[in-house]
C-alpha cells in the first residue's frame, strides 16, 4: 500500500512539475508579460500609496494595453512602455532606469545611455543635483 502511495505520488509530482526545457523556451512575449506582472505585483506591496494619483482600474488598464502591444512592440518600445507605464503613476520617487546599473553588454543595453548624474529642471534652469560615481567609473574609468 504504502509503494503504491508513493509511486502515485511519484507520477503526480512528475506531472505537475514543468520540465526544464519548457521553462527555458519561454517566448519573448510570455517573458515581458511576466516582468510587467512582476513589476505591478511589487509596486504594490512596496509603494506607501501607490494609486494615490491614478486609479488603480486605470493604471492596470495601461499595464493590460502595453501588454498587448507585446508582439508589435521592439525591445526598446518595451522598456520605454514600461518607463511610460511607470510614470503614470505621478510621483517623482517612482520611476524605471533600465540598465543603468548593470553592466550588460547586449544590442537593448546598447540602445541606452546615461549620464551619470541626476538633473532637475528648476524654474531658473537645468541643474546637476548629484552625480552617480559607480555609472561614472563604469563608462569613463576610474578617475
Given amino acids: 500500500m504504502t509503494s503504491r502511495l508513493l509511486m502515485s505520488l511519484a507520477v503526480m509530482i512528475c506531472t505537475l512539475t514543468p520540465s ?22 511589487r509596486l504594490e506591496l512596496t509603494h506607501p500609496n501607490l494609486y494615490a494619483n491614478i486609479p488603480k482600474e486605470e493604471f492596470l ?24 507605464l511607470v510614470a503614470r503613476i505621478g510621483n517623482t520617487h517612482t520611476f524605471c532606469r533600465p540598465l543603468a546599473f548593470t553592466n550588460r553588454d547586449d544590442e537593448l543595453a546598447r540602445q541606452f545611455h546615461y549620464y551619470p548624474a541626476a538633473y532637475h529642471p528648476f524654474d531658473d534652469g537645468l541643474y546637476v543635483l548629484c552625480i552617480f560615481r559607480r555609472l561614472l567609473t563604469t563608462h569613463f574609468g576610474n578617475y
Fill in 20 to 41: 526544464p526545457s519548457s521553462s527555458q523556451e519561454q517566448s519573448r512575449d510570455a517573458l515581458w508579460s511576466a516582468d510587467i506582472d512582476y513589476m505591478i505585483e
Fill in 61 to 84: 488598464e495601461h499595464a493590460d494595453e502595453l501588454k498587448r502591444s507585446i508582439p508589435d512592440a521592439t525591445d526598446v518600445e518595451m522598456v520605454f512602455g514600461i518607463r511610460k
